[in-house]
């Protein structure tokens, strides 16, 4: 198994993974949820910088990190970080993206207050991501079902699986959100149960898992 990292974030409890690419310290972030300088903290810790964020779906504790991490290594110079999200997710990014969030969260039972405490200006998608596409390592599989644009990003060779929030130990995504949709998530679920069941699923929260164990 490649050696990555796990930081668990925001009041939601989020899975963010550091994903090393090469050896001159460039890596992937999966999903930075929140709390951008503790992030950022591990990051330097780890000698790595962000050269892709990649987002498994739109939702705000998935990407609401996004901005601090984006203007940090930007403003350090240490090369483009290409923000990358399913095309039919790219509204939760964009100047015009907090609406969606306040929906989003309004249908959850929450306040925009708590999304315009934690307000930045998000940077919009540098790559929208599509079924098939490739992100370093990864394969993109869309996996609709939790959001129209849920996907998961599968390093084939490490048998390694971030599925973001539709798949968790013992359980899987909400549908009953803006955009959510139970028939699509049974088809989802459906296709990564057909998957090899040695494959280690790494979800949005909670601890990992495999195809195995979760099929139903």
């Not at 290409?82 to 997710?89: F, N, R, T, V, W």
């Amino acid at each position: 198994m490649k050696d990555f990292h796990n930081i668990v974030v925001g009041d939601i409890s989020t899975n963010c993974w550091i994903y090393p690419l090469d050896k001159a310290g460039a890596c992937a972030v999966i999903d930075p949820g929140g709390e951008p300088e503790r992030i950022i903290a591990l990051l330097d810790q780890l000698r790595l910088f962000p050269a892709l964020v990649l987002l498994t779906h739109g939702h705000f504790d998935h990407l609401s990190a996004v901005p601090g991490l984006a203007a940090e290594y930007r403003a350090r110079g240490t090369g483009a970080v290409e923000i990358a999200i399913h095309s039919a997710d790219a509204g939760f990014l964009g100047s015009d993206s907090r609406d969606a969030h306040c929906h989003t969260f309004a249908a959850a039972g929450g306040s925009s207050a708590y999304i315009d405490a934690l307000w930045s200006e998000m940077p919009p998608a540098d790559r929208l991501l599509a079924e098939g596409d490739s992100a370093g390592p990864f394969s993109v599989l869309h996996l609709p079902g939790h959001t129209p644009g849920s996907v998961a990003f599968w390093d084939r060779e490490a048998g390694a699986l971030f599925v973001g929030d539709t798949l968790f130990r013992g359980g899987y995504g909400r549908t009953d959100l803006p955009g959510g949709d139970h028939s699509l998530l049974a088809a989802s679920l459906a296709r990564l149960s057909a998957m090899d069941g040695g494959i280690k699923v790494f979800p949005g929260h909670g601890g990992a898992t495999t195809i195995a164990d979760e099929r139903m």
